[in-house]
């Protein structure tokens, strides 16, 4: 995780200063297995909670932003996640941590989270997250109208 911005104020108690998890370029997998689909994911929080995410699609040139309560868009362009309801006809995005030949996401979990935010996929599902992962794309399929939850199915 990397650090933007660390104001010298002291904050009072319950007060975490503004932070900013900056995945660039997703190398640990991807570019180890050659799979040319990163991003540069920036997710800006205050008091422990997304406010604003980015998540830059290096080879789709696409931007995908979202600020909390002003929704999510692609390239300016507003994002809603798939109307699908029922699992007859039901995409989901994995990532692994590690490579795997036969199962494979399409990129960063950021990535795979502006596809769902996109309904491009219903869902995306990843083991051994970390927040700089997660931070910005978070922000985008929530405000697209999605949910996040863990693996007991509890709201994040």
């Not at 406010?51 to 080879?59: A, R, T």
Request: charged share 15%; glycine share 10%; aromatic share 10%.
């Amino acid at each position: 995780m990397c650090r933007l911005h660390r104001s010298r104020k002291k904050f009072r108690p319950g007060f975490s200063p503004p932070t900013s998890p900056v995945q660039v370029y997703h190398t640990s997998c991807l570019l180890v297995c050659r799979f040319p689909f990163v991003a540069i994911s920036i997710g800006f929080s205050i008091n422990k909670r997304v406010e604003v995410g980015v998540v830059y699609s290096c080879l789709e040139d696409k931007m995908f932003t979202a600020r909390r309560g002003k929704g999510a868009f692609c390239n300016g362009e507003p994002l809603q996640v798939s109307d699908q309801t029922g699992t007859a006809v039901f995409l989901c995005a994995i990532l692994t941590c590690f490579c795997v030949f036969s199962v494979r996401g399409a990129g960063t979990a950021a990535i795979n989270m502006c596809l769902v935010a996109s309904g491009c996929v219903e869902a995306y599902y990843e083991i051994g997250i970390h927040v700089w992962d997660v931070a910005a794309g978070s922000l985008v399929v929530l405000e697209a109208g999605g949910v996040l939850m863990d693996v007991e199915g509890k709201d994040t």
